[in-house]
């Protein structure tokens, strides 16, 4: 068993910059990768940006240049700094701890969400 316990998110301007942190604990064996999904109201949930163990990164084209994936493995802890933050990045987000060797599966282990709210 995994938990993934998450932290940050909010409500900010246009323009502006959240972190959010989601701290890993319990059995990780095969486990090699995290991710942030996100899903705004109506919408399928999406991938937003990966890492994997040995700090691989990957991200959506909507967030390249804008969004930071970073990990500390001594706390077991996966961060997301989001800058110039737009209205539709507004969403739930979630972490999820997944499999990358090449590409990212999602695991069933996920975050509560966060949700992250950007005004216009």
């Known amino acids: 068993q995994v938990q993934l316990v998450e932290s940050g998110g909010g409500l900010v301007q246009a323009g502006g910059s959240l972190r959010l942190s989601c701290a890993a604990s319990?059995?990780?064996?095969?486990?090699?990768?995290m991710g942030w999904y996100r899903q705004a109201p109506g919408k399928q949930r999406e991938l937003v940006a990966t890492?994997?163990?040995?700090?691989?990164?990957n991200y959506a084209d909507s967030v390249k240049g804008r969004f930071t994936i970073s990990r500390d493995n001594a706390k077991n802890t996966v961060y997301l700094q989001m800058n110039s933050l737009k209205t539709e990045d507004t969403a739930v987000y979630y972490c999820?701890?997944?499999?990358?060797?090449?590409?990212?599966?999602?695991?069933?282990?996920w975050g509560q969400g966060s949700q992250v709210t950007v005004s216009s």
């Open positions: 319990g059995r990780t064996f095969g486990i090699n990768a």
């Open positions: 999820n701890a997944g499999i990358d060797w090449g590409s990212y599966s999602p695991s069933n282990y």
């Open positions: 890492i994997t163990n040995g700090g691989r990164t």
